[in-house]
Nanobody, 122 residues
């Protein structure tokens, strides 16, 4: 299973970006997808996550500005980021809990995508 994150870039404050996280490989189902970010001077923090049922959870810093969504058929999750602020600058990572069929039965593991850089200038 591989995760591919994309959509990062440079934008001015108040602008928008849409990140994508696509999963490929032998996948039975994607149970949860989460976006994390690593910002200068801080550790990795949860931005948002979404369950297979569609339940969402957001970090306090992004509530009301970011929206996470997913397409089960496309094995892709999205992070729509609006009203971006300079403090949103950082490397954004996606993580997915993926169920696979193996010779030992169904197994679920966490997979990480490579980071995508978001830069917001004032």
């Amino acid at each position: 299973v591989q995760l591919q994150a994309s959509g990062g870039g440079s934008v001015q404050a108040g602008g928008s970006l849409r990140l994508s996280c696509s999963a490929s490989g032998s996948i039975l189902s994607i149970n949860t997808v989460a976006w994390y970010r690593q910002t200068p001077g801080k550790g990795r923090e949860l931005v948002a996550d979404i369950s297979r049922s569609g339940s969402t959870n957001y970090g306090d810093a992004v509530k009301g500005r970011f929206t996470i969504s997913s397409s089960d058929t496309k094995h892709t999750a999205y992070l729509q980021m609006n009203s971006l602020k300079p403090e949103d600058t950082g490397v954004y990572y996606c993580k997915a809990k993926v169920s696979r069929a193996t010779m030992f039965g169904t197994m679920s593991n966490d997979y990480w995508g490579q980071g995508t850089l978001v830069t917001v200038s004032s």
